[in-house]
């Protein structure tokens, strides 16, 4: 896939480092995500267990029971984030995957080809060597004693 010239181990600013710099920054945005999703979740976790203690007064019992709602609210949020998270890092699992596995095929089509040509080659050097060797066998033939006197009687 790389064929302007570009090692696939240089540190040149290629096709490669560019895909490497562009995979580094997705990978910090994907830890990212997951890092403020976990941490909501425990933080609105930790905010219901405190909120649910049983209180005398029914007003308070009221914002309590809101306090809860919204936190198992914002829970679900950040669960529903990661499980995105997850099929888009599936999704991208696949198709890198698809990626890597038509790069693989490229590279496997230019060794045949390479092949291809060197065996075309070495066949018309074999078809030349053989046209040679044709050729002197031909001359020795007709030029050999033993055809001229058949040919006499």
Same mark, same amino acid.
């Given at each position: #896939? ?12 290629? $096709?490669?480092?560019?895909? *490497? ?7 910090? *945005?994907?830890?990212?995500?997951? %890092?403020? %999703? ?9 905010? +219901?267990?405190?909120?649910?203690? @049983? /209180? &005398? $007064? ?8 809101? #306090?809860?709602?919204?936190?198992? !609210?914002? #829970? @679900?949020?950040? *669960? ?18 698809? !990626? ?9 089509? %230019?060794?045949? %080809? ?7 080659? #070495? +066949? /018309? ?5 053989? !046209? ?12 050999? *004693?033993?055809?001229? &006197?058949?040919?006499?009687?």
């Amino acid at each position: #896939m790389n064929k302007g010239g570009v090692g696939l181990t240089g540190g040149g600013s290629g $096709p490669t480092s560019v895909a *490497a710099a562009a995979a580094a920054q997705k990978q910090k *945005a994907l830890l990212q995500r997951v %890092d403020t %999703d976990i941490t909501s979740i425990v933080e609105n976790f930790n905010h +219901l267990v405190n909120v649910a203690r @049983v /209180s &005398d $007064p029914p007003v308070r019992n009221s914002q309590e029971a809101f #306090m809860m709602e919204m936190r198992g !609210a914002r #829970m @679900v949020q950040a *669960a529903d984030s990661l499980l995105k998270l997850v099929s888009e890092l599936k999704q991208t699992a696949i198709f890198s995957g698809l !990626a890597s596995l038509n790069e693989r095929v490229e590279q496997q089509t %230019d060794a045949f %080809d390479q092949q291809a040509e060197k065996t075309e080659q #070495m +066949l /018309s050097r074999i078809g030349e060597e053989a !046209a040679g060797c044709l050729k002197e066998l031909e001359s020795h033939y007709y030029s050999s *004693a033993q055809r001229i &006197d058949q040919g006499e009687q």
